[in-house]
């Protein structure tokens, strides 16, 4: 993910920084932020909620405050996949944890405008979901924080948002990342990729909820099938 700070590459183990923006109360230090998420592809191998990799491309969404930036209005303008199915009002995922993440960093309930033009499938299990949270997490953040992207506060928020960290540890991070949860902390390592590597996504022409397609999992797996894999 990119915002308008300048931001650090590097991997992350979360860090109580987060905690400082609980219980206080701020003002916005700019009145737009930029925000670029790629689509991940998850559960990579047997890394089944725990692997994932960032794709070269991105969704990019603008978040502009509204003359009267505590209005309360939010307005959703969305170009591309999703333009004549997602919601634009306050039910939109992006919207919903951007307000989220808000009250976290103590800002407030804003008034802006959200402009995405979205480039990942909807649904198609290329992470669209994750990329939504990341990108309401970063950008809440980027309104809130001076300096660079707290990443451990936002990789935080995101998985327990989300409920797993396979694909927003690749959205926040970029390239390869395996993550796994200790303590109710969530840790992440991003390995590099060899440069001769290249991807194909093949997508279908259906859409899938990642709900529907866990509740096809069974329960428990045998003992010789957890070896194989």
Known sequence: VESVKRLKRSTHSPSDEGARFLGT?????????????????????????TVGLALDYHDELTFTLNDDP???IAHVIIHGEGADALPCDETHLVVST?????????????????E???????????????EAIVA?????????????LNRPAVFD??????????????????????SAYDEGHVY???KTIAPGITFAA????????????????????????????
């Open 98 to 114: 951007f307000r989220r993440a808000c009250a976290t960093f103590g800002l407030g309930r804003l008034g802006f405008t959200l």
């Open 116 to 130: 995405a033009t979205n480039n990942i499938p909807q649904a198609r299990g290329m992470g669209s979901s994750a």
């Open 70 to 72: 505590y209005d309360g």
């Open 25 to 49: 109360t701020m003002n916005t230090i700019c009145n737009r932020v930029p925000v670029r998420v790629p689509p991940t592809s998850a559960n990579l191998g047997s890394g089944f909620d």
């Open 188 to 190: 992440s390592l991003k």
């Open 157 to 178: 928020m995101a998985a327990q948002i989300e409920g797993h960290p396979d694909n927003v540890a690749p959205a926040l991070l970029g390239g390869f990342v395996v």
């Open 202 to 229: 093949f997508i279908p022409d259906f859409k899938l909820l990642t709900e529907k397609a866990r509740a096809a999992l069974p329960k428990m797996v045998s003992h010789a099938d957890a070896v194989y894999n």
């Open 136 to 148: 309401g997490i970063a950008a809440a953040a980027a309104f809130a924080q001076t300096g660079d």
